[in-house]
Nanobody, 125 residues
């Protein structure tokens, strides 16, 4: 069983920055593919970014060049650095993980086996 705990959400003005963290349990963190999803108010959950075992990343188009996803295997933590935040980034952000033995990565929520409880990010004008 893998437990994921997100932190770092909060209220920020448009144009500001936040760094989300997701701390994972387990001794196989380096074998986790990790993703971030978000659910804006009244909308469905959507893919934001994901990172493979080896560290390569994928982003949804709306956050490219603004968000950076990176992992620290020594700390069992993945980080989502969010810069130039926009009103439309307001959402509950969820960390997700799947244990994998390859560099495969999927962008669909159903591929991920483990989920955190979510952290609220609110961007104000």
């Amino acid at each position: 069983q893998v437990q994921l705990v997100e932190s770092g959400g909060g209220l920020v003005q448009a144009g500001g920055s936040l760094r989300l963290s997701c701390a994972a349990s387990g001794r196989s963190f380096s074998s986790y593919a990790l993703g971030w999803f978000r659910q804006p108010p009244g909308k469905e959950r959507e893919f934001v970014a994901a990172i493979r075992m080896g560290g390569s990343t994928r982003y949804t188009d709306s956050v490219k060049d603004r968000f950076t996803l990176f992992r620290d295997n020594a700390k069992n933590t993945v980080y989502l650095q969010m810069n130039s935040l926009k009103l439309e980034d307001t959402a509950v952000y969820y960390c997700a993980a799947r244990i994998t033995s390859t560099e495969v990565l999927a962008l669909g929520a159903s591929w991920y086996a483990y989920w955190g409880q979510g952290t609220q990010v609110t961007v104000s004008s």
